[in-house]
């Protein structure tokens, strides 16, 4: 700031800059109350009087330190300070269990009634409601007694309105956090609510049509890839062959690995058909969009957008607020019908409503938000961001990104567009609603500008209105009836150019293992792309295409990149992801998803139906993954998975109920196999096929025929050894 | 003898404390050189400072001379944390010009009305300017333009455009000056006398 005229300067940039002064009575005094809180022993001794400015001559720093009184005066006062911080203390206790009788009694009959209870109730703070933190917030100030700092930010406290209208008569307590139906829009059932008349701040914006057929797209795919190859100095690896292709296109689209039919229909077909198809296109086509496979596909796409929305371990245990049932039934419709992706986003997003479905109201796609709504929605903030436009924010929830500047603002403001919420729980297991409300600011002192208080690391409270992370503003209005700050989020997310970036980022590491980012929710100027224009690119004709899922995958599965060996060679030495940027010079093996494992084990252990489909049971893919990922229970909800290669996962493998099952003589592909009239030497070619998508070499032909000849007397028992064994090879577990 | 809102010695309310205040504050640490959102940052840490332990009143006029120091010695150490310094010449003059500008010694309108009317009366003076001052103001302080867009705007020298508005500021601190003494005259004269 350099300014010519150090006061002139200032004051026209007030006059003509805009830059007036901002009121900080309220923070300065909120911070005050927290202070208060936070640090009783200092208030207490301080309500003495004991420390003042007594003038304006000394240091600012001695000013604050009391001095100039005699210590007798001191100690008196103190003394003053217990005894009646002592009456107060008794008088609290006596008032409180008188009153705590007269709640539970209360608390009885509205249960009794039938009636909803705030899930703050259950949850405390969790599913923030603002408004009550700030009435509790006030009652323990009105606890800690009449302090004279409390007494002075009476006129703060006025402020919060009808906080007042809960307390207790006598102010030692207040009622507990209660629906707060003065403060909120007429409660009308969630799809209702939805459709708030709120009028619409952000226009949306028109995306011109997709012109570019899926060739010229996968040959655009193609030739950037390349480019990024030779400017590397990278060979390629070869092509991957058909059964290795078919195998991981099976593991990605459908979450599980082909059958032994499917893989030799696969690869007795022609390159080209009749109809000039690619075999590979015609694949594709037939897994993701026709009757043979549709259930199959939205059941897999389902349950790993679920994943992504609420976590592996969501919604798993049966404490779990989130019906992960409902959630997968939403996204499986989704999915199945093809719905453009902006629309899903649009519905999560403002989704109100209860999330089972045996309320009336029942909306699916409110689980999102019921995962991820806790204290003052900042998971959800954080959820967002991440899950919809690729930026973790939630370490600049607290602090400025250590790297790419991004400052604590940048949260806070995004989190503003959250606070027209709360949940409601009707009893202790009943679904959990999502309702609108006004929002009244953290002050609670009206809805006209509410804003959303933060606390800077130097203890400076500041303010927040909903805005964008691109930095586009909405009007500050709480209400609903004015702004409906969610519909307003929604549209902006979906405008936001962030939305298809981050999306195919997230579908290309689906597909490739690796994204053009890692990880790939964390995007921004600190964590450049790999291939920036290829992303910029395909994001672009995602959106054109109307944010067609089916058509993206389309365009990665048939391309080049895809289609590489997972080989590492000299030629491809150079291209290791882990060390660099990713170049896609080879297919990136890895370990299949605990989705694709068990959709794998289950398949083995079953006995195919004949229209081809092989659905897991959801109660038992919820049971079995229960089991083997857990959330961590941090502020970034990350879990944990005993699939991480450790002694877990080598102990579920060997002896875990699915691979017990799997090699069950009596079931599933092995029964198929030792009641057919095949060789024994077809027997094992065909475990070989079922498992690996690939006939035994040589090498393991000898050592199988010898393990066949030892064995005559035993032969199922050589068989399900063999097959055991198959089972628990690196090469059936890793995607390659 | 400056008025205060409250009796000598009595315990001042921090709501109003800050009410009163804060724009004077702001604008001081404006004129130290603090952008708007150092201003702010350092606006609440002077109040939380101050307000660490109950304030008694002292006056109206002492209470806003402690509160500038405060900001100050906040303004000092933030600087001395960052290895910098405080970049203004004449530090003496802002303080004596803010200290006129927002006094309140013959118990006219309090130190906030001043504040308030401050912006008011510079509009006043800005619009006693010549014409090509008031443009060559407006582009640089709404429209942020650069000298050299003024100056090619104005069809003169860029340093043409540096003299201009160094011109017209100084022409409007001399208005908002005179403006001040001739509050001060009506203060006054309207003052009843003793006698």
């Known amino acids: 700031m350099n300014h010519e005229d150090p006061i002139i300067d200032p004051l026209l940039e007030e006059l003509l800059g805009g830059q007036s002064p901002p009121d900080l009575t309220a923070r300065v005094l909120t911070r005050l109350s927290q202070r208060e809180l936070t640090s009783p022993e200092r208030n207490g001794a301080t309500q003495s009087g004991l420390s003042q400015a007594a003038t304006p001559a000394s240091q600012d720093d001695n000013l604050a330190d009391g001095r100039g009184l005699s210590d007798s005066r001191v100690m008196v006062a103190r003394r003053r300070v217990r005894r009646a911080r002592q009456w107060q203390t008794y008088a609290s206790f006596a008032i409180s269990l008188s009153l705590l009788g007269v709640l539970v009694g209360a608390g009885w009959l509205l249960w009794q009634a039938g009636d909803w209870n705030d899930g703050s109730l259950a949850q405390g703070d969790r599913y923030g409601d603002t408004a009550a933190q700030e009435k509790n917030k006030q009652g323990q100030i009105e606890k800690h007694g009449g302090r004279d700092i409390i007494d002075s930010s009476r006129a703060a406290n006025e402020t919060l309105g009808s906080s007042r209208d809960n307390r207790l008569p006598g102010g030692m307590g207040e009622n507990p956090p209660r629906r707060d139906s003065q403060e909120t829009q007429p409660e009308k059932p969630g799809l209702e609510t939805r459709e708030n008349s709120a009028p619409r701040h952000v226009t949306p914006i028109e995306r011109p049509s997709l012109a570019k057929s899926d060739a010229e797209i996968v040959e655009r795919v193609n030739r950037v890839i390349a480019d990024g190859w030779k400017a590397e100095n990278v060979q390629p690896a070869q092509a991957a062959t058909d059964s290795e292709w078919c195998r991981r296109t099976y593991l990605q689209l459908l979450g599980r690995i082909p059958t032994v039919d499917e893989v030799q229909k696969f690869a007795s077909r022609r390159s080209l058909d009749k109809r000039g198809q690619d075999k590979r296109a015609w694949l594709v086509d037939r897994l993701i969009q026709s009757e043979t496979y549709r259930e199959e596909f939205a059941s897999y796409w389902s349950a790993r957008w679920a994943n992504i929305l609420v976590g592996q371990a969501g919604g798993m245990s049966a404490d779990s607020p989130i019906d992960r049932k409902s959630l997968e039934g939403y996204l499986h419709e989704a999915f199945a019908q093809n719905r453009p992706y902006d629309s899903v986003v649009r519905e999560l997003l403002t989704a109100s409503g209860s999330n089972r479905p045996e309320a009336e109201d029942f909306n699916p796609a409110t689980n999102f938000l019921v995962a991820t709504l806790d204290q003052d929605a900042k998971l959800a903030t954080a959820k967002a961001c991440q899950t919809f436009l690729g930026q973790r924010l939630q370490c600049v929830e607290c602090h400025t990104h250590p790297t790419n500047g991004w400052e604590q603002d940048t949260f806070w403001s995004m989190n503003a567009f959250f606070r027209q919420i709360k949940t409601e729980r009707k009893g202790d297991n009943g679904p959990i609603r999502i309702v609108n409300r006004d929002f009244q600011g953290s002050a609670g002192d009206g809805a006209d500008e509410a804003e959303v208080y933060f606390e800077q690391q130097n203890g400076i409270l500041k303010v927040a209105y909903p805005r964008f992370v691109d930095g586009t503003e909405i009007p500050r209005s709480g209400k609903l009836a004015q702004v409906d700050r969610r519909q307003e989020l929604a549209q902006l997310v979906i405008n936001s150019d962030l939305l298809p970036q981050a999306t195919v980022n997230r579908m290309w590491q689906h597909f490739l293992g690796v994204g053009f980012t890692t990880p790939v929710d964390d995007m921004g100027p600190h964590n450049p792309p790999s291939h920036p224009e290829l992303l910029a690119t395909l994001a672009d004709d995602f959106a054109a295409s109307g944010f067609d899922m089916r058509r993206l995958m389309r365009w990665i599965t048939l391309s080049d990149a895809y289609g590489l060996s997972s080989k590492i060679t000299d030629g491809n030495l150079a291209d290791d992801p882990s060390q660099g940027q990713p170049l896609f010079a080879r297919y990136y093996s890895r370990q299949m998803e605990a989705e694709q494992l068990f959709h794998s084990l289950t398949m083995l252990a079953q006995v195919r139906s004949a229209n081809g489909g092989i659905i897991a049971s959801g109660d038992d893919r919820h049971q079995w993954l229960g089991q083997v990922t857990q959330k961590m229970g941090n502020d970034e909800d990350t879990e944990t998975s005993t699939l991480d290669g450790t002694v877990s996962q080598t102990l579920l493998m060997m002896n875990g109920h699915l691979m017990n099952n799997a090699t069950d003589l009596h079931s599933g592909v092995l029964k198929g196999v030792i009641a057919s009239k095949m060789s024994p030497r077809e027997k094992v070619e065909h475990l070989f096929m079922a498992s690996l998508s690939r006939k035994p070499n040589k090498r393991e032909l000898k050592a199988i025929d010898e393990i066949i000849q030892t064995r005559q007397h035993e032969i199922n028992k050589a068989l399900q050894d063999i097959w055991w064994a198959l089972l628990n090879s690196n090469e059936f577990i890793v995607d390659h | ?195």
Not at chain 2, 33 to 52: I, N
Not at chain 2, 71 to 80: C, F, G
């Open chain 2, 1 to 195: 003898m400056s008025e205060s809102l409250h009796p000598i010695g009595q315990k001042v309310d921090p709501a109003l404390l800050v009410q009163t205040h804060q724009v004077g504050v702001w604008r001081y640490l404006r004129s130290l050189g603090c952008d708007s959102h150092e201003a702010e940052d350092l606006t609440q840490e002077t109040f939380l400072k101050v307000l660490e332990k109950p304030f008694q009143e002292m006056g109206e006029a002492a209470a806003r001379s402690y509160l500038l120091r405060v900001a100050k010695h906040q303004l000092i150490d933030r600087r001395r944390r960052e290895g910098r310094s405080i970049a203004v010449e004449n530090i003496e003059q802002v303080e004596e010009f803010w200290n006129r500008h927002a006094s309140n010694q013959h118990g006219a309108r309090s130190g906030q009305d001043k504040q308030r009317d401050l912006i008011d009366t510079l509009r006043h003076c800005l619009e006693g300017l010549t014409a090509r001052a008031q443009t060559a103001l407006r582009m640089r302080f709404e429209d942020h333009c650069t000298r050299e867009q003024i100056a090619e705007a104005l069809g003169i020298g860029p340093h043409g455009a540096k003299n201009l508005m160094q011109r017209a500021k100084q022409q409007l601190k001399q208005c908002l000056d005179d403006k001040q003494g001739l509050d001060d005259k009506q203060a006054e004269a309207d003052r009843p006398s003793s006698d």
